[in-house]
């Protein structure tokens, strides 16, 4: 079983910038292919990054290439999302994710991943 929290959520201007983490506690954090996924009101939870097990590969969704971030800490069980230039589309609350048996790959479904955080929730005021 893995457990995934959150955290680095909260309301920041168009423009500015927030750093969200997840913390990984349960089986061993470097085995997971790691991804965050968002979700607006009314609409589907889509793909945000993804990384892979050792943190040499990396994927963004076309809407944030450029202005977002993904990394990982081992050593700290811990992923990372810094956002910068965030927009007001940027709204959603944010979750992390952990697909085990990800074979080094980039993942990007849903139904790919096999563990979710609660979710924190970000808002950009314009």
């Known amino acids: 079983q893995v457990q995934l929290v959150e955290s680095g959520g909260g309301l920041v201007q168009t423009g500015g910038s927030l750093r969200l983490s997840c913390a990984a506690s349960?089986?061993?954090?470097?085995?997971?292919?790691m991804g965050w996924f968002r979700q607006a009101p009314g609409k589907e939870r889509e793909f945000v990054a993804a990384?892979?097990?050792?943190?040499?590969?990396?994927a963004y969704a076309d809407s944030v290439k450029g202005r977002f971030t993904i990394s990982r800490d081992n050593a700290k069980n811990t992923l990372y999302l810094q956002m910068n230039s965030l927009k007001s589309e940027d709204t959603a609350v944010y979750y992390c994710?952990?697909?085990?048996?990800?074979?080094?790959?980039?993942?990007?479904?849903?139904?790919?991943?096999?563990?979710w955080g609660q979710g924190t929730q970000v808002t950009v005021s314009s």
């Open positions: 994710a952990a697909k085990i048996r990800g074979y080094g790959n980039i993942w990007y479904r849903v139904l790919d991943y096999d563990y």
């Open positions: 349960g089986r061993i954090f470097g085995l997971y292919v």
């Open positions: 990384i892979n097990q050792s943190g040499g590969s990396t």
